[in-house]
């Protein structure tokens, strides 16, 4: 069962070789023998996983299933799911029973995937390695002295161990794509537009995109059948015609120009990473596809374009989170402004409340033109030279982070330190761009190695057409854990 | 020293769309304590806006209005500070690009007329209530308000008294309901007006320190708050005194204003793009459909009113005060200027020759038409208006309809009826006690026409008041008056005072 | 330029987080050190730019102005800190 993709899984279901609820039940039984150790969820509910799983069983026996009802999935706790708890990893929620779904949630439960859980990830998901979350750092299924890498690390970590056989997650700076790497398994993160942000917990509003994690490009494929689609509650949603993501899997890769934007390969790229990316155009290119180089010259400014902006936003985006109409309220306070200050003193872990006052400062009176308004034109930038390179390249590909993962503990001291772990992921969010990690090796250390693919807006389907052909080729996304297994 | 005031307005006007301006939920008022507050509203994590079209077209309507320019793109950006009635801790609002800028409203100020330029009107949204009563020394919060729909409407400097400022926020008023994009109620706060208010030297050009009167929900408390507020300022500048920037309130049982915050207090609301919302654009044929779609407006219906029935400008802009009004008024003169046209004929027999009847007619039809909507407009924006609102009732609810008082003007001027009977009729009309001619017919209020009948009363009241006659023939002209009241009050009011003028005169040469 | 600690303390206030010296002097640093990672977008020539403020180039969609949500209070209240007579409850604000 562990090994089993999403479509062999589906199929199974189908021939009634397993029920939704067995299915459920043997994955609900390997998170309680794994997850005290990994800590990849912050909630679990078998009642109520087994009930949704129940639910399915009865659609599958009515003819009713669609290709992955029965299938369950892990949601980070990122998405408000009706009557589950929902924290953002922050005690600022930590007792936020959601009272309505997210759209992403709903998209699930009409496909009739149960729920497994809701899985930690970093506090509203500031954070690169998951050490932030209120409720304790998640480890690394590789191991557990190293960091899952960050936001989505408890659904990289649960895929991983394969505590869930996919996952969704979010994507603000890298939030799917660097745990991904970090956990060697495949995440994309969709053009902006393409999955609703209705119900998904608000970090930076122009840049977070939900998307799916699981170990094969194929299973992402699938499951990005299921939460894309227009939502009129989302003004930012695209409305555009359903694709069918798995269309191109097969395709075969000939004539496939694949950009090697010069600045992913340059200093501050461990040297185990590069070997293992140059690796992989070598497989990329007996598979038919040729290279071409490209540069992204303005990419070197997306950390500082990101870190005046998704503050800016997030620090709007967190004032609602008050003590006034749900979650935390500090227990004593003098008035209305100690209230304040007080519960979100006490709601909001360190990384959060330094991203709101970064926020709050280039934002207050007097900044604004000489950081947001020029990050903002230096986004434009960044995106113009993405539009640039694609007119040479079909797909982009470079390492998903610098190095592979690091210890707890680590770099949770430096803020600047960790933040340059996004280097490379950053300029796609900011572009608006659709991107992928899959993995593509293992350091000495035997810990996974990530290779990361950005194409051009809506090439969703070209990139896991190259995904897939790599992974057809290749087995890493198919290791798991020793030890775990 | 000669002191000037300066005043500019900022009107939060409350949009009369059925659903909250990014939601979907009522904006009804009056219902239970948070019952029209949804997830959105409330600002529960990872909920988002989306624009209603409705509160965008009230804001082009508005645009078209006052001849401003529509920004054909227009953004919605976020104004943070926290505040239990501000769930989101920031307000959507327009801060660079709002939707309409520029335009202009006409006002009249006695006898004089003034133009009042705007500096621009952007949409937003409202924020919802704190209830002050005690919850064991807690606020509570009702939200039902909050996303309601606003068009913040922003006037430049340019009122020099607290008359002007109220003649504008009237003919706002007045404009807003007109379009029917506001019901104007300001008891429930749909209508709600901020002052920003200073004085300086008479013949200064820099303006002074000026101080931001907040919430001024009455025409009453807007002038008495100014009132207050500039002599306050010049005491103070005379006695040697600064004026400091700051937000006040105005204490209407006090009578005064006083300070709620000062510019050190002062936000650093941090505005921004709201990320949530796409810049919006308005599409020509939308604006063109708008712009067919609105009523004649005020201005060019009391220039209308003017030239057609000759209304003077007061009773133009009277009977302009709201559409409402403006209806009854021209339902009314319609009615009174259909002339009858066996009257015509009657009268064109009588008088012309074959040649002349076809012209006469049309000109006599004219004058009659013109007289009788000359009364109509007089009784409307007279005794009508004083009865409304002496009844603190607004036209709508008028017991009299507009036929009914077109009917009473067609009886004064074919001299049925004197002014003072037109009262009486007036009265009955108000009670509802039926249609004109019937309530001349049953309360006997015909005016005499018949001279027999009068010459009668003439001889009477000359033969019982000698003295009078005595005293008129020595040159006494006072006493001719006494003969005449004499002769209206044997008739009861009835007899026609020219008639009554005329026989006397006759009877005693 | 770098934050002073008043820097420190006025965006606190402003962003309305309880922060005390001792924490105020450790946030200064660290937000310097951003600070330093963010001087570098500075020295960029960005006339001419637009800014981009969405990852796509498209308009506002306009919703039909109609009553879409019902009376939820009473499920959005049940998580709510303080609350009486369907009211949510504050310290006292003072006006």
């Known amino acids: 069962m562990p090994d089993a993709s999403l479509s062999a899984l589906a199929a199974q279901l189908a021939a009634k070789q397993v029920s939704s609820r067995e299915l459920a039940q043997q994955y609900l039984d390997r998170i309680a023998t794994l997850n005290p150790a990994i800590n990849a969820f912050i909630t679990v509910d078998a009642e109520r996983t087994l009930l949704e799983a129940a639910a399915a069983d009865a659609l599958i026996a009515a003819g009713n299933a669609g290709p992955l009802t029965g299938v369950p999935i892990a949601h980070k706790d990122i998405f408000c799911t009706d009557g589950w708890l929902t924290t953002c990893g922050s005690k600022i929620l930590h007792n936020f029973v959601a009272p309505y779904d997210a759209h992403v949630i709903q998209c699930f439960k009409a496909a009739g995937m149960p729920s497994l859980g809701k899985t930690n990830m970093d506090e509203f998901a500031m954070g690169s390695s998951n050490e932030t979350s209120y409720f304790g750092a998640v480890k690394n299924p590789w191991n557990p002295a190293y960091v899952p890498g960050g936001s989505s690390g408890g659904a990289a970590a649960c895929v991983a161990a394969r505590m869930a056989p996919a996952a969704t997650g979010t994507d603000t700076g890298g939030s799917i794509r660097q745990p991904a790497a970090l956990c060697g398994i495949t995440g994309l993160k969709p053009t902006y537009g393409l999955v609703s942000r209705y119900g998904m917990i608000a970090f930076a509003s122009s840049l977070d995109q939900a998307g799916p994690m699981a170990p094969s490009a194929e299973d992402c494929a699938l499951l990005l059948n299921v939460m894309t689609g227009f939502d009129p509650k989302d003004s930012t949603s695209l409305d555009r015609e359903k694709e069918d993501y798995t269309r191109d899997l097969d395709k075969p890769l000939t004539g496939l120009r694949v950009g090697l934007p010069r600045e992913f390969f340059a200093e501050g790229l461990n040297n185990e990473v590069a070997a293992a990316v140059d690796a992989a155009v070598e497989e990329l290119k007996k598979l038919g596809a040729t290279t071409v180089e490209i540069s992204l010259a303005n990419s070197k400014l997306a950390i500082p374009v990101y870190y005046v902006l998704a503050p800016a936003e997030a620090s709007s985006n967190l004032s609602r989170f008050d003590g006034v109409r749900y979650g935390y309220r500090a227990p004593e306070y003098t008035d209305l402004n100690d209230m304040y200050s007080k519960t979100r003193a006490q709601g909001f872990g360190a990384e959060v409340k330094r991203r709101i006052l970064i926020g709050a400062y280039v934002l207050s009176h007097g900044y604004y033109d000489a950081y947001y308004l020029q990050a903002q034109k230096i986004r434009r930038l960044i995106a113009d030279d993405f539009n640039e390179a694609f007119k040479s390249c079909d797909v982009i590909l470079g390492p998903t982070a610098p190095g592979t993962a690091f210890k707890l503990g680590e770099k949770s001291d430096d803020p600047v330190e960790m933040y340059l772990n996004d280097l490379y992921t950053i300029p796609a969010n900011l572009a608006g761009l659709p991107g992928m990690s899959l993995p593509c090796g293992f350091d000495a250390k035997g810990l996974p190695i990530g290779l990361q693919l950005v194409g051009n807006y809506f090439s969703e389907a070209k990139m896991l057409n190259v995904a897939h052909q790599y992974q057809r080729a290749t087995d890493w996304h198919s290791r798991q854990p020793e030890g775990l297994k | 020293m000669k002191w000037e005031t300066v005043i500019g307005l900022e009107v939060h006007t409350q949009l009369a769309t059925k659903s909250k301006i990014f939601s979907g939920s009522s904006t009804a008022f009056g219902a239970a304590p948070n019952t029209q507050a949804s997830a959105v509203d409330i600002a529960l994590p990872g909920v988002l806006p989306v624009l209603n079209k409705g509160a965008v077209e009230c804001a082009i309507k508005f645009g078209l209005a006052i001849g401003a320019t529509l920004n054909r793109v227009n953004v919605f950006d976020r104004k943070n500070y926290f505040y239990p009635d501000l769930p989101k801790g920031y307000q959507i609002s327009q801060l660079a690009k709002p939707i309409v800028e520029g335009g202009a409203l006409r006002i009249q100020v006695g006898d004089s007329e003034k133009v009042v330029h705007l500096t621009r009107a952007h949409l937003e949204e409202d924020a919802g209530k704190s209830l002050h009563e005690d919850f064991h020394g807690m606020t509570g919060i009702d939200l039902n308000r909050a996303g309601t729909p606003l068009l913040e409407i922003v006037s430049e400097p340019e009122m020099r008294s607290s008359a002007e400022a109220v003649a504008y926020a009237r003919a706002l008023h007045t404009l807003v309901t007109w379009i029917g994009i506001c019901d104007g109620n300001m008891q429930e706060g749909s209508f709600r007006v901020d002052a920003n208010v200073s004085v300086r030297p008479a013949g200064q050009k820099e303006f002074g320190t000026r101080r931001e009167i907040k919430n001024l929900n009455s025409f009453r408390f807007l002038q008495q708050a100014i009132d207050y507020e500039v002599r306050w300022q010049i005491e103070t500048l005379e006695d040697g005194g600064r004026i400091e920037q700051a937000t006040v309130l105005f204490d209407p049982d006090r009578g005064e204003t006083r300070m709620m915050r000062s510019k050190e207090e002062a936000h650093d609301y941090r505005y921004f793009p709201d990320p949530d919302l796409l810049p919006v654009r308005l599409d020509e044929p939308w604006i063109e459909a708008v712009r067919a779609a609105l009523p004649e407006l005020p201005e060019a219906m009391r220039a209308r009113f003017i030239s057609d029935y000759s209304a003077t400008p007061e009773q133009a802009s009277i009977a302009t005060s709201s559409l409402a009004f403006a209806k009854y008024f021209e339902s009314a003169a319609l009615h009174a200027a259909d002339v009858d046209s066996e009257l015509v004929g009657k009268i064109v027999n009588r008088m012309f020759s074959p040649e002349e009847k076809e012209l006469a007619a049309g000109f006599i039809a004219r004058d009659v038409a013109r007289a009788r909507i000359k009364l109509t407009c007089n009784w409307l924006t007279g005794e009508l208006l004083a009865w409304l609102n002496k009844a603190e009732t607004a036209i709508e609810n008028c017991p009299i309809p507009s036929r009914s008082l077109a009917q009473l003007a067609i009886r004064i001027e074919d001299g049925t009826l004197s002014g003072k009977l037109a009262k009486q009729v007036f009265e009955g009309l108000w009670e509802g006690a039926g249609e004109v001619d019937a309530i001349i017919e049953a309360r006997g209020l015909k005016q005499m026409s018949d001279s027999g009948e009068l010459e009668k009363i003439v001889d009477e009241v000359l033969a019982a008041n000698p003295k009078s006659v005595e005293e008129f023939r020595a040159g006494k002209d006072k006493a001719f008056n006494a003969l005449v009241g004499q002769v209206m009050k044997a008739s009861r009011g009835k007899a026609n005072p020219a008639q009554v003028n005329d026989l006397l005169k006759t009877k005693l040469q | ?95």
């Open chain 3, 1 to 95: 330029m770098s934050l002073t600690q008043d820097d420190v303390k006025r965006i606190a206030r402003l962003a309305r987080i309880e922060t005390s010296d001792a924490e105020a002097l450790a946030t200064q640093a660290q937000l310097n050190s951003i600070f330093g990672l963010i001087a570098t977008m500075q020295a960029v020539d960005t006339r001419g730019i637009a800014p981009m403020a969405h990852a796509q180039e498209v308009y506002q969609r306009l919703r039909e102005d109609a009553v879409t949500e019902t009376d939820r209070h009473a499920a959005f209240q049940a998580v709510a800190p303080a609350v009486e007579n369907g009211l949510y409850l504050v310290p006292k604000v003072i006006e």
